[in-house]
Nanobody, 125 residues
C-alpha cells in the first residue's frame, strides 16, 4: 500500500525556519515525482514545489522562490522541504504527494494521486 507521512510542522515566528519531511512506504520512491502542496484556511490547495524522480528538476511557485528548497533522498525514501524566511502567508496545512507520471514543470495537484495526511505550519508572532 502506497503511503506518505509528513512531519516537521509547527508554530514558528516570522523570519524563522522549518524543515518538513515526507516519508514514503509501500513503493519505490525513485520512480515517483513528488510535490509539496499547501492549503491555507478558506483557500484551495495550491502547489508549493515539485521535484523530479532523480531530483534533477524542480519547480517552485513564485511566492516561495529563494526561500524554500525541496530535496529528496531516494535511498532513505524521504523528501524534504526546507523553509526559510517564513512569512505569515506561508501558514497552512502542507501535504506531500506522489505520482509516477506527473510533469514537474506543471506541478499541479490534480496530477497527483497519492497523498499524505498533511502537517500544520503556522507562522505567527
Amino acid at each position: 500500500q502506497l503511503q506518505l507521512v509528513e512531519s516537521g510542522g509547527g508554530l514558528v515566528q516570522p523570519g524563522g525556519s522549518l524543515r518538513l519531511s515526507c516519508a514514503a512506504s509501500g513503493f519505490t520512491l525513485e520512480y515517483y515525482t513528488i510535490g509539496w502542496f499547501r492549503q491555507a484556511p478558506g483557500k484551495e490547495r495550491g502547489a508549493v514545489t515539485c521535484i523530479s524522480m532523480n531530483g534533477g528538476l524542480t519547480k517552485y511557485t513564485d511566492s516561495v522562490k529563494g526561500r524554500f528548497t525541496i530535496s529528496r533522498d531516494n535511498a532513505k525514501k524521504e523528501v524534504y522541504l526546507q523553509m526559510n524566511s517564513l512569512k505569515p502567508e506561508d501558514t497552512g496545512i502542507y501535504f506531500c504527494a506522489a505520482n509516477n507520471w506527473a510533469v514537474v514543470g506543471r506541478c499541479q495537484a490534480d496530477e497527483y494521486d497519492t497523498w499524505g495526511q498533511g502537517t500544520q505550519v503556522t507562522v505567527s508572532s
